[in-house]
């Protein structure tokens, strides 16, 4: 099995991935959001709208 972020073999200790790098690269993807599940629910559009009105209007 290859790393999934840069297909090198993969290295036990960080498995799945074959380094600390590509793991941390991983991470950083899950915080932005780039692994996100699309849904057409309208109250998960409604939570997420909210969420943003929430965000965009903290004093900076």
Known sequence: MGCPIC???????FRP??????AD???????????AVPSQDPE???KALDEVERQ????H
Request: with cysteine; charged share 35%; glycine share 6%.
């Open 7 to 13: 297909s090198k073999n993969t290295a036990n200790d």
């Open 17 to 22: 991935f074959c380094s600390k790098r590509c």
């Open 25 to 35: 690269i991983d991470l950083g993807r899950w915080m932005r959001g780039d692994y």
């Open 44 to 46: 998960d559009f409604e």
């Open 56 to 59: 965009t209007s903290k004093p």
